[in-house]
């Protein structure tokens, strides 16, 4: 068995024997109850010794783990010329497994400490090789092992300012102290942590342990947010509210290498800033909100068409000749990165839309635009992006804690990146020695089962077009189940 199933099998084990206990504690007046994943916290305040409305600490923590099958797909080639980078046409198994513990505190009222240690474990299909902006499984961008590793992804510390307005209930949940501000208020945040924390947010595509499993609908696949191997990033940004409106800006760093664990601390020579606009708004009496995120990166980072001339002028500058850091490709025939690499500029900007319709029904939408001149350096191979679906709720069938969702997604690669790969290069994640290209498409369909306290079960699966933006290849099906369970 897996390691980090075992661990995953004994946590649940666990999670039935603290739920016993509750419930046995709480029989002769059962304690009010709001959301399941917050049963603990609420007992806590029920029993005096916790005040949810005005949090002084807070601590949750969920486990998740996900099981994915490829089958075998048609393939006109693979890995040609030595090229490494191909989505292997052979059936394969690939699995993830997680387990995060958030805790925060607050030493006086407008400072919060937060804190969160995490567990992985992962082998992914194909080495994580051979898809640009649809991976399968959204965990495998923390770089996991098949042995379970513990790191901390985010320590950070926010201070709030607060301005008048009404007054704003802040819910309790990870990553959030319950508490009341006004609705005009600066908050500044600096430390460790993801920058999709808090850029990018979308109710019905962002929280993908309980919605899709596509790394397409984490957030826009063309989004090359600054950020080491596993998604996270030291930095520092500022949210300021005024009422219906928030205006974001945050200063992070960049990886040493392109998708690598260490992160350069050079903050005025490399380095990733992004500005968002958003508003939130009733729609015919439903909620939705608009976001408008831009991004500007300055990394050491190599042009595609830099590369392709300086192999043209020399054939001895290519893939198997770098002596500095390289992807590792063994295809003497071909241009490679390493020999481009230098500061250089990337931009993006995007869209964000979601909509509820009913109590039981909404949509979301996404599109970004990348200039698409320069390597992806920490997200996935993609320059342009949409991801656009819905998610119902069970209640129409009597299980109103089920999930269904429906999710598409298409990206895009450009003229450069395309005549690159064509030549045989390969990049972060894609590159089969040569392209016949065509968009990368993904439809994401699953299904969450409510299981029993705070553990839901999902089915998922994924029809992939055009792997690697390839058309020679594909397509691929992939099926997925999923454990999740929070506390």
């Not at 005040?51 to 890995?79: H, R, V």
């Not at 790394?215 to 826009?220: G, I, P, R, S, V």
């Amino acid at each position: 068995m897996q390691p980090f199933l075992r661990i995953f099998l004994l946590c649940i084990l666990v999670l039935f024997s603290l739920t016993s206990v509750k419930v046995n504690a709480s029989v002769a007046e059962p304690a009010p109850r709001e959301e399941d994943e917050h049963d603990v916290m609420n007992w806590l305040s029920h029993e005096g010794l916790h005040d949810l409305k005005e949090e002084k600490w807070n601590a949750y923590g969920q486990f998740t783990y996900i099981s994915s099958w490829k089958s075998a797909f048609p393939a006109l080639y693979t890995n040609l010329n030595g090229s490494t980078n191909s989505l292997l046409p052979s059936a394969e198994r690939s699995y993830t497994g997680t387990a995060t513990l958030y805790l925060a505190v607050k030493p006086w009222h407008g400072t919060e400490i937060y804190v969160v240690p995490e567990l992985i474990a992962a082998e992914p299909l194909s080495g994580l090789l051979g898809l640009g902006g649809v991976i399968q499984n959204f965990e495998l961008q923390k770089n996991g092992s098949k042995d379970p590793r513990v790191y901390l992804s985010r320590a950070y510390i926010r201070q709030i300012f607060e301005f008048g307005g009404s007054r704003v209930q802040l819910e309790s949940d990870p990553m959030q102290l319950g508490g009341a501000f006004d609705s005009r208020r600066l908050i500044v945040t600096v430390g460790n942590f993801s920058i999709l924390d808090f850029f990018d947010k979308n109710t019905y595509s962002g929280d993908l342990r309980r919605q899709f499993n596509n790394m397409a609908f984490l957030t826009y696949a063309a989004y090359d947010f600054a950020a080491d191997a596993r998604g996270y990033t030291i930095g520092l940004l500022a949210e300021y509210y005024q009422d219906d409106w928030a205006f974001r800006v945050g200063h992070i760093l960049p990886p040493a290498d392109p998708n690598q664990l260490t992160l350069s601390f050079k903050p005025f020579t490399y380095y990733g800033d992004q500005i968002e606009l958003e508003h939130k708004h009733f729609l015919y009496g439903q909620p939705g909100a608009v976001r408008v995120l831009g991004y500007r990166n300055r990394e050491n980072m190599g042009r595609w068409d830099d590369a392709i001339n300086a192999y043209q002028l020399n054939n001895n500058l290519n893939a198997t000749t770098c002596l500095g850091f390289n992807y590792g490709s063994e295809n003497s025939t071909a241009p490679d990165l390493c020999w481009a690499r230098k500061p250089n500029i990337k931009m993006g900007i995007g869209i964000n839309f979601e909509q509820q319709l009913t109590d039981d029904i909404g949509l979301f939408f996404r599109g970004m635009y990348s200039d698409g001149k320069t390597e992806v350096y920490s997200f996935t191979s993609t320059d342009q992006s949409i991801s656009l679906g819905g998610l119902m709720k069970g209640i129409r069938w009597g299980r109103g804690d089920d999930l269904l969702g429906i999710g598409y997604a298409q990206g895009w690669i450009s003229t450069e990146h395309a005549k690159y790969l064509n030549y045989g290069g390969i990049d972060g994640f894609i590159g089969d020695g040569r392209l016949n290209q065509s968009s990368e498409k993904v439809v994401d369909l699953f299904y969450s089962l409510y299981v029993y306290d705070s553990l839901w079960f999902t089915a998922d699966y994924q029809h992939i077009e055009n792997p690697g933006y390839n058309a020679d290849r594909g397509p691929v099906n992939v099926y997925a189940v999923r454990g999740h369970f929070e506390f």
